[in-house]
């Protein structure tokens, strides 16, 4: 059984900075990428970021980039998502997710297969 497993959210104030962590694990076929997305109350998911797992490439949205990174180097089946210069309107549950599919979009919620609780970001002084 897959397995996403978010953690390092919590409250920030604005310019801070949080490093969240997604570990994976159970996967029993191969998963082409793993994405972090965000929603804050009332509005729909949003892609954030995204890594493949087949060339390392990486996908930001233009809302965060520049602030957000995906680190290299990451330890086995964990992912990181690095976001710093944070602002109130990062303020969001952010999830991490994994797509089965070889052509996905980043952008799009619905192919990403298996998702993980959510973690509580908040920006505010």
């Known amino acids: 059984q897959v397995q996403l497993v978010e953690s390092g959210g919590g409250l920030v104030q604005p310019g801070g900075s949080l490093r969240l962590s997604c570990a994976a694990s159970g996967f029993t076929r191969h998963y082409y990428a793993i994405g972090w997305f965000r929603q804050a109350p009332g509005k729909e998911r949003e892609g954030v970021s995204c890594i493949s797992s087949s060339d390392g490439s990486t996908y930001y949205a233009d809302s965060v980039k520049g602030r957000f990174t995906i680190p290299r180097g990451n330890a086995k089946n964990t992912v990181y998502l690095q976001m710093n210069s944070l602002k109130p309107e990062d303020t969001a549950v952010y999830y991490c997710?994994?797509?089965?599919?070889?052509?996905?979009?980043?952008?799009?919620?619905?192919?990403?297969?298996?998702w993980g609780q959510g973690t509580q970001v908040t920006v505010s002084s």
């Open positions: 997710a994994a797509s089965y599919y070889s052509d996905y979009d980043p952008k799009r919620p619905a192919d990403f297969g298996s």
